[in-house]
């Protein structure tokens, strides 16, 4: 019996080791992307990636690149950038407990979803919006 337990956690440790080194491989590679995007549109994408890559454990630098790739989105009028770093950033908004603001940056990226007939961002928000208020524990709505 103890030897099947030493056996699952070494597994587990040598998989999670293996599984940062990948992680920080894909950081690098997509900071290097951003570094060498020759379009604003490219840059506000890669910005949106490291945030999904962030987003799970250090939702802080995903929230960060998320607001530089809203910023961005804005500045250029690149809805599908604005509608995507709002989507991402109400997503780990929601993760991390803050659901007042993961609604609010839902609604936001509703907004542009319906103002540009992104069909399947509109569907995503409508999920995130239930999954939201199941976290949050309220379950009438």
């Given at each position: 019996?103890?030897?099947?337990?030493?056996?699952?956690?070494?597994?587990?440790?040598?998989?999670?080791?293996?599984?940062?080194?990948?992680?920080?491989?894909?950081?690098?590679s997509?900071?290097?992307?951003?570094?060498?995007?020759?379009?604003?549109?490219?840059?506000?994408?890669?910005?949106?990636?490291?945030?999904?890559?962030?987003?799970?454990?250090?939702?802080?630098?995903?929230?960060?690149?998320?607001?530089?790739?809203?910023?961005?989105?804005?500045?250029i009028?690149?809805?599908?950038?604005?509608?995507?770093?709002?989507?991402?950033?109400?997503?780990?908004l929601?993760?991390?407990?803050?659901?007042?603001?993961?609604?609010?940056?839902?609604?936001?990226?509703?907004?542009i979803?319906?103002?540009?007939?992104?069909?399947?961002?509109?569907?995503?928000?409508?999920?995130?919006?239930?999954?939201?208020?199941?976290?949050?524990?309220?379950?009438?709505?």
């Amino acid at each position: 019996m103890m030897k099947k337990i030493a056996f699952a956690f070494f597994l587990s440790l040598a998989w999670s080791l293996g599984f940062s080194q990948n992680r920080a491989h894909e950081i690098d590679s997509l900071k290097h992307e951003l570094a060498i995007a020759t379009s604003d549109t490219s840059r506000v994408l890669a910005m949106d990636e490291l945030a999904l890559t962030y987003q799970s454990y250090k939702p802080d630098s995903s929230i960060h690149y998320s607001q530089q790739a809203l910023m961005l989105a804005r500045k250029i009028k690149y809805p599908k950038g604005e509608f995507q770093a709002l989507f991402r950033m109400g997503f780990t908004l929601g993760l991390v407990g803050n659901y007042p603001r993961a609604l609010e940056m839902q609604l936001k990226a509703l907004r542009i979803a319906e103002k540009n007939n992104f069909l399947l961002g509109k569907a995503g928000v409508i999920n995130r919006f239930g999954n939201i208020y199941r976290d949050a524990g309220d379950y009438s709505k």
